[in-house]
Each structure stands twice: as structure tokens, then as C-alpha cells.
């Protein structure tokens, strides 16, 4: 079994900048030359997320949405009492999405559905700096 490491980094907009990364990673997975396998995209940030969507605009608008009616911004959070940062919604929507994605590689190319992207959510409340670890091991 191999194992390839590398990283992608980036700046956000801040809270909900939505950025698709697909192009980067399957460029990486294409430079690991591993040809079975799996790629895995990991964020390290409490206030980052990984995920999967059809990169189009109506859900790029109805993602946001969704995430104001399950963890809504104007609601009392025990993280922005105790810190004081406004960014408690951002950590509970962060931990609902996950920090992470893996994808099956098959014939050296990442598998994906037709429309699927492979997308970092910014959850925090101002601009980042961000990297996401993206491995690919396999044969």
C-alpha cells in the first residue's frame, strides 16, 4: 500500500464562503498515481467543513438556509457566553457537517457522481487562512 500526502490552502470570506476544491484534489490524486483506493480531505479547524454537493447556485443559497434553521446565528450559545467571539452557531454547525470527506479512486481518478464537488464550507464568523490535509492511499 502507498501513501500520499500533500495540502491545499486558502483564504475565506468568511461565514458560509463556500469553495470548491475538485479541481485540486483530484490533480492530487492524479499525481499520487495510486490507481485503487481512497482520498480523504480533512480540515484542521473547529470552524471548518468538508462535504460533498452539486456546486450550483440555488443550493448555494439553500445550503446557508439550512444551516440558519438548524443552528441558528440569533440564538444564546454557551461557547460565545463563555468567549465572547458570536461564533457558538459556528462550532455546532461545523460539528454537524464534519471536517472530513473520503472518496473511492478507481483507474487513478477520484469517483464521484456526475455533479458531485468536493466543497470546504467556511463556518466561522470572520475571513481565514485555511488548509485542508488531503491523503490518498491505496495501490
Known sequence: MSVQTDEISFDTKGEVDIKDLTDRVERIVERSEIKTGLVHCFVAGATGAMSVIEFEPGLLEDFPRMLERIAPKDIEYMHHLKWNDG???????????????????RNGKMVRGTWQRVIFIELDVRNRSRKVLVTVYGE
Open 87 to 105: 461564533n457558538g452557531h459556528s462550532h455546532v454547525r461545523a460539528t454537524l457537517i464534519g471536517p472530513e470527506v473520503s472518496l473511492p479512486v
